[in-house]
């Protein structure tokens, strides 16, 4: 039973890594040396909303002073979403703060990408039986890049930045604010689960040509 | 004429978003960290060019930013690159000092506009800040200024360089000098009187709504605009520069004195910069102007 349990675990993680690869190839073939050129600078230069629950509010602030520098990289810190390109999400959002993430997320201009910061934005972390903390931050918005741990360290972080940046540079892997508009229904569905009709009104892009 | 204007724009962007890097890598230095690359800026600059613009508040929410770039462009072009020479003078043959320091508050004013037409009151706090804080700067630069045209008993920019041959008026005119680099600092908009776009009182002030394409053209527009401003320091108090390599060395010097000042020091509320313009440099320039 063993054996099978683990050449099924291996089966799954050669069709993940087959389809990661063939998506892969399919998007880099179609980049121009432009788009490259863009990528590239859209990678060096990051500015961050750091949207600061839970305990990742404490984590988050060291990245950006003297001892971690994040700015070495490229990445400084706005106040606005306005002119962020990430927003970070520090931890657990509990029902009211999610309603303020979703209008953060909404408020920010593409391309655009997000950070789940710990255990609490995964999977619900030790919160995960709460009644009032949603589990899996991915549901409601396209997050990008998953930092684990509980809480993570600001090393975490940091390489989940440098991860995001290659991510960016090569754009190997589907954006998640391009999943957010694609597959808008099921965001929305989901939001609408929590809030009913007691949140902001749908977000509609004219070319995804959905009628909601 | 046109490749003039051309190479005196693409300097002065250049230059202001070199500068701008050095800034932050030399404030990163004095706080004990390495810092962004010197290129950071243009990085910034050309990744907010490529990036959506997602919010419309009418009209002159978009021509705010244009006015203010028309602003920051007509001064960098009546402002003489070098001394005595027929390139890289744009227009200053047909205006003179007066014309500058007023396209040099078209940029404020500008933003003011484009500010307005959005609501958020984080951007009208900063536009009152702004323009309080230009009421104290503006005294002691323009006593500062006008100190200098009787000086020089003119008020082309290229004769108050040429009067300057024997002796910088840097040195002539000591009192003036420390009074307009005072306002100088501020119109920097480098601490201490950095309360206008303060991210952590008024969420980056003015341009709290600007994002994409917009925040970009402010970006360029500012750096194109302090490098204006040190050029006409230099052409002013430091007798203008003769090459580019005079040039260059002769910004740099006056932009590290204000890197290192604004490190120094933190940052004045709007009351307390106003009061500091009006008392300190304002009575200096005054003393100088009698000395002139």
Same mark, same amino acid.
Do not use: C
């Given at each position: 039973m063993q054996e099978g349990f683990v050449s099924y675990i291996n089966d799954q993680k050669d069709m993940a890594q087959a389809s990661l690869e063939a998506d892969t190839e399919g998007i880099k073939n179609t980049q121009t040396v432009i788009q490259k050129a863009i990528n590239w600078f859209r990678a060096r230069s990051m500015f961050v909303v750091a949207y600061g629950t839970g305990c990742g509010a404490i984590e988050m602030p060291p990245v950006f002073t003297s001892r971690y520098d994040i700015e070495r990289l490229g990445v400084v810190g706005v106040a606005t979403p306005r002119q962020a390109d990430i927003m970070i999400v520090s931890g657990y959002c509990s029902l009211k703060t999610l309603k303020r993430v979703i209008?953060?997320?909404?408020?920010?201009?593409?391309?655009?990408?997000?950070?789940a910061l710990g255990s609490c934005a995964i999977n619900g972390g030790m919160y995960w039986d709460s009644y009032n903390t949603i589990k899996k931050l991915d549901d409601y918005i396209g997050v990008d890049m998953f930092v684990t741990g509980c809480m993570p360290r600001p090393e975490a972080l940091i390489e989940g930045f440098v991860k995001l940046q290659d991510r960016i540079k090569n754009n190997n892997i589907e954006p998640g604010y391009i999943k957010y508009k694609e597959d808008y229904q099921f965001y929305r569905a989901n939001q609408e689960r929590l809030f009913g009709k007691n949140i902001a009104p749908a977000f509609i892009e004219d070319y995804t040509g959905m009628d909601i | 004429m046109f490749l003039d204007i051309l190479i005196m724009l693409i300097l002065a962007y250049s230059f202001g978003f070199l500068y701008?890097?050095?800034?932050?890598?030399?404030?990163?230095?004095?706080? %004990?960290?390495?810092?962004?690359?010197?290129?950071?800026?243009?990085?910034?600059?050309?990744?907010?060019?490529?990036?959506?613009?997602?919010?419309?508040?009418?009209?002159?929410?978009?021509?705010?930013?244009?006015?203010?770039?028309?602003?920051?462009?007509?001064?960098?072009?009546?402002?003489?690159?070098?001394?005595?020479?027929?390139?890289?003078?744009?227009?200053?043959?047909?205006?003179?000092?007066?014309?500058?320091?007023?396209?040099? !508050?078209?940029?404020?004013?500008?933003?003011?506009?484009?500010?307005?037409?959005?609501?958020? +009151?984080?951007?009208?706090?900063?536009?009152?800040? %702004?323009?309080?804080?230009?009421? %104290?700067l503006e005294m002691p630069f323009y006593i500062a200024v006008i100190g200098l045209m009787i000086a020089s008993g003119t008020a082309d920019i290229a004769e108050i360089m040429a009067s300057q041959k024997e002796t910088y008026n840097i040195v002539a005119h000591p009192l003036l000098f420390i009074a307009a680099f005072i306002s100088f600092l501020g119109f920097m908009g480098k601490?201490?009187?950095?309360?206008?776009?303060? +991210?952590?009182?008024?969420?980056?002030?003015?341009? !709290?709504?600007f994002g994409g394409k917009f925040l970009a053209l402010t970006l360029s527009q500012s750096a194109i605009f302090s490098f204006a401003k040190l050029l006409l320091m230099v052409n002013l108090f430091l007798g203008g520069a003769d090459n580019l390599v005079d040039l260059v060395v002769k910004t740099f010097i006056l932009f590290l004195a204000a890197v290192f000042v604004g490190n120094v020091y933190g940052r004045l509320t709007t009351s307390q910069s106003v009061d500091f313009l009006f008392k300190i440099p304002t009575v200096i320039a005054i003393v100088g102007l009698m000395f002139v």
């Open positions: 209008r953060t997320y909404e408020q920010m201009s593409e391309p655009k990408y997000v950070i | 701008y890097g050095l800034y932050r890598n030399i404030s990163a230095r004095v706080h %004990g960290r390495f810092g962004p690359s010197i290129a950071q800026s243009f990085y910034d600059s050309i990744k907010l060019f490529t990036k959506d613009t997602s919010t419309s508040f009418g009209w002159m929410f978009y021509a705010g930013p244009i006015i203010m770039a028309s602003g920051a462009l007509m001064t960098v072009l009546f402002i003489p690159y070098l001394n005595h020479g027929d390139s890289l003078i744009g227009f200053s043959e047909y205006g003179n000092l007066i014309v500058v320091l007023y396209f040099m !508050v078209l940029g404020p004013l500008g933003n003011a506009l484009g500010v307005g037409s959005h609501g958020n +009151p984080f951007g009208a706090m900063g536009i009152i800040r %702004g323009l309080t804080r230009l009421i %104290g601490s201490p009187f950095d309360v206008v776009g303060a +991210p952590a009182e008024v969420y980056s002030g003015p341009a !709290v709504e």
